[in-house]
């Protein structure tokens, strides 16, 4: 067990571009993990040019790709567009809930500094995300996949 999550753990550095362009072409993911020693991403695009995106970031970091990796991304446009809109509904209630809270699911791939990055334009700005979160994190650098962050609204 411990062997396939140091795997993991490799597999996600190497294709760490190929997450970003997921997260940044609106993919979901449904799954990241080894299975039968290689690295399976298993996703739902909202585009067949987001897909294509993806599949040529793959190229980029591996051109022999074929040997550590299976990608399965599925086109879903109409699944996107709820999806967007639910995530804009959830962020919307967050702001209003949690007095100047929004939320952010982690995807896989993220770090403390790129959710900073996105939400306050400084990488720098982490550590308002980290204390905003004490309450489930204890290290600013172990952040998983599928948590639920609250992000404080810059004043």
Do not use: C
């Amino acid at each position: 067990m411990a062997e396939n999550n140091q795997q993991l753990e490799q597999m996600k550095q190497k294709y760490g571009p190929v997450l970003r362009t997921l997260e940044q072409r609106g993919v979901r993911l449904r799954n990241v993990h080894i299975e039968n020693g290689k690295l399976l991403i298993r996703g739902e695009a909202p585009s067949q040019e987001a897909k294509n995106a993806v599949w040529d970031q793959i190229k980029l970091v591996n051109p022999s790709w074929q040997q550590e990796l299976l990608a399965d991304i599925t086109v879903n446009e109409q699944a996107a567009g709820q999806a967007g809109g639910a995530q804009q509904q959830a962020q919307s209630a967050g702001q209003q809930a949690g007095g100047g809270m929004q939320t952010y699911t982690v995807q896989a791939g993220d770090t403390l500094s790129a959710i900073s990055q996105r939400f306050y334009g400084s990488a720098g700005d982490y550590m308002k995300i980290f204390e905003a979160n004490r309450d489930q994190l204890n290290d600013p650098n172990k952040i998983r996949p599928g948590q639920t962050l609250k992000i404080p609204v810059r004043a």
